[in-house]
């Protein structure tokens, strides 16, 4: 049985979540070029990586829509990051519930519709 509505729903929510990566990054981007940044080996290396990370999340939603294994796989690795994130800005005084909130619920959210799109693609025929 295939899960196309679950799938597309999970590879709709890696595709904000990559794009949130690519604003992100914007931002970083201009925040060099108006001099914020002390470190300008450090701010081009997490520049980099957000893209990376932004290309990675967008790959992985076509993926997910395509049925791919390897897709949900890394998805799956991707929002299990996130929530981790997440849960650790709970450290840090005070609370940024924003962040918190804006970065683990939509992980959460991910989390579940992979997880059900994998088992509704893996069920198997009564006999």
Do not use: K, Y
Request: glycine share 10%.
């Amino acid at each position: 049985m295939r899960s196309p509505g679950l799938a597309l729903a999970a590879a709709a929510v890696l595709s904000i979540e990559g794009a949130a990566l690519l604003v992100f990054a914007l931002i970083e981007v201009f925040g060099l070029g108006a001099g914020d940044a002390s470190s300008l080996p450090t701010a081009l290396a997490l520049i980099v990586l957000t893209l990376i990370g932004a290309v990675a999340l967008v790959a992985v939603a076509i993926g997910t829509r395509s049925g791919r294994s390897w897709a949900r796989s890394g998805g799956v690795v991707f929002q299990v990051l996130a929530i981790a994130i997440a849960l650790a800005s709970l450290t840090i005084q005070p609370i940024a519930w924003a962040f918190t909130f804006g970065v683990g619920l939509p992980a959460l959210l991910g989390f579940v519709l992979l997880i059900a799109s994998t088992r509704a693609e893996n069920e198997r025929p009564a006999e």
